[in-house]
Structure formats: C-alpha cells, structure tokens
C-alpha cells in the first residue's frame, strides 16, 4: 500500500458562528517529528513536547504582533518527565524541551500514551509573554489533569479571562516518527449568544482525537469545513516551524554575562568549555584562546 504523504504544517486564525467565537487551528505534524528527531524523544515524551509545542505557536500566531514579541510556556507538574518548557517567537517559530525525553511508561487505562502521569497535575502551568510593554506579563494556573489541552483551557479561564475550548494531539507512529499533530482555541467573543455556545458544546465533542484529524484532511480548511460546516470566515494564515534561534553570537554573551572571574577560573581551570543548548542539543565548544578573546573583550 502507498504511503500517504504528510500534508504540511498550517496555522490559520478565523471567526465562526455569525464571528461570535475566534477559532486558531494548527496542523504541527512536521514539528512535533523535527522536535522528536532533535531531542532523541521517546513517544510518549514526542507527545508531551509536542502538545506543549501545538499550544506555543496557537499562542504566539494569536497575540504576537511586533517582530521581537516572545513568550515562554513551562508545564511543572512533579512528573516524571519533569519540567516542559517551550518559547514563541516571532512570527510563529517554537523550541522547546521536556527534562526526561527518554520517559517511557505503559499505556493508560484507554490505551493511549499517558501523558497526564508523565507531566504530574500537581504543579503549575506559567505564561509569560514579552510583547514589547514595559513589564512582561506573566500568567499562572494550577494544573489540572496533565494532559495538557484541559490544562491551557483552563489556565485561560482563570488568567486571562477568557472562557475557551482546546483540543491537542499528537499521534505516534509505530516506527516512531510523528504521523499527525495539531490543535485548536476556540474562544468565545464578547456578546456570544447562547445559542453559539450550545452550537461550540456540539463542536467540542468532535475533538476527542485531532491528531487523527490532522491525519484525514490533507487541509485545514476542510477541517474547518467539517467542524463548522459553511459558517467560518479565515482572516489569516501562516506557517509554524520548529527553529532554535541560539547562536555562538548568543552564548557569548552568556559566558560574559557570567562576569571575569568566573570566566578567567573556567579558562585557568579548564582551558576550555562546552556549553549545551537544551532547546536543539547543540554544543558549543570554547578553547582556552577562544576564552581568553572573551576576557580580553571584557577588560576593554
């Protein structure tokens, strides 16, 4: 049997129900497999970053609006995985990184991966966005299931105030790579009708697998199509990828910042370093003359 191609990864933002609720929908399938490449992730820990991944860049497609406009997702719910934390950046890249991607656990009692065990509930969810204000806003909520979706739900319940609808996914292949991920927001917008949200309560059943979702429709439009039927109108569209903007410009100034005399005791007692990025597992490795360049940038 041929094997079906991957339909490429998508974010849209649209209105639907008469532009009573937003709707960010997201197919992230190439992301979640380059993020599982990169971090050498089991398929259980291939689902957990790539949920967290999915809800960064619905984020980020949905309040960046300046090039430089950044924000940082971690998940602490004392699992077993550990920390999960993803960044956004302009105009919808991600990076991100659980603490355990080697986490391997037997399947739930419905026979998925079990991502609320592995993440933990009893920690908490934080948001912060940088958007060019002069202080960043920084968002927190208790984590409710681990599972994630229910989690972002809620955090935009109690945080921001808005009453919303998530759903994300990620499915695992056999032979390991990422065959469908994706997920949606849908939040309800002032003045919404009670008989949209009965009609979103209707929508919200349908959503019990998006990654298979992802796997059916080779676009998202008919996804949109199958969820609201002809009442949505699509304001805009971009592409999502998985990109770590880390540089040796970058970790420069993070052994400067470190201050000369933790420096100069890195070169004497060393002669050296490798300094490792968490977000693409890229190392950085400094000689001794490499070291005491940057002492000497520091003495002026």
């Known amino acids: ?27 992230t399938t190439q992301l979640c497999d380059k993020a599982r490449q990169t971090h050498h992730a089991s398929p259980l820990a291939a689902a957990v970053l790539g949920r967290t991944l999915t809800m960064t860049a619905i984020m980020a497609f949905s309040s960046f609006k300046n090039e430089d406009d950044r924000l940082t997702v971690t998940l602490n719910g004392n699992g077993l995985i550990g920390k999960v934390v993803c960044c956004g950046m302009a105009p919808v890249d991600v990076k991100g990184y659980v603490e355990d991607p080697n986490l391997d656990l037997p399947l739930n009692e419905k026979g998925k ?21 002069k202080e960043p806003y920084v968002g927190r909520s208790a984590l409710q299931t681990g599972e994630i ?32 991920a994706g997920g949606i927001l849908i939040q309800l917008l002032p003045g919404c009708s009670d008989e949209t949200i009965t009609r979103l309560e209707q929508v919200g059943e349908k959503l019990s697998s998006i990654s298979t979702m992802m796997m059916e429709y080779d676009t998202l439009d008919g996804i949109m199509q199958t969820l609201f039927d002809e009442d949505f109108k699509i304001l805009q569209r971009d592409t999502p990828r998985f990109r770590c903007d880390c540089s040796r410009e970058r970790i420069d100034r993070a052994l400067i910042a470190m201050g000369y005399e933790e420096l100069k005791k890195m070169r004497d007692e060393d002669n050296g370093a490798d300094l490792w990025c968490n977000f693409c597992n890229t190392t950085y490795h400094y000689s001794g003359e490499q070291l005491d360049n940057l002492l000497e940038t520091m003495r002026g």
């Open 149 to 180: 979706a229910e989690d972002f739900a809620f955090y935009y319940t109690v945080s921001e105030q808005t009453p919303s609808l998530v759903a994300l996914g990620v499915h695992v292949h056999p032979d390991l790579h990422v065959d469908g």
């Open 1 to 27: 049997m041929e094997e079906k191609t991957i339909a490429p990864d998508e974010i849209l933002r649209a209105t639907v129900f008469s532009s009573e609720a937003a709707v960010y929908l997201a197919r």
């Open 113 to 133: 991966l079990d991502v609320g065990w592995a993440v933990g509930n009893s920690g908490t969810l934080t948001v912060i966005k940088d958007l060019g204000l």
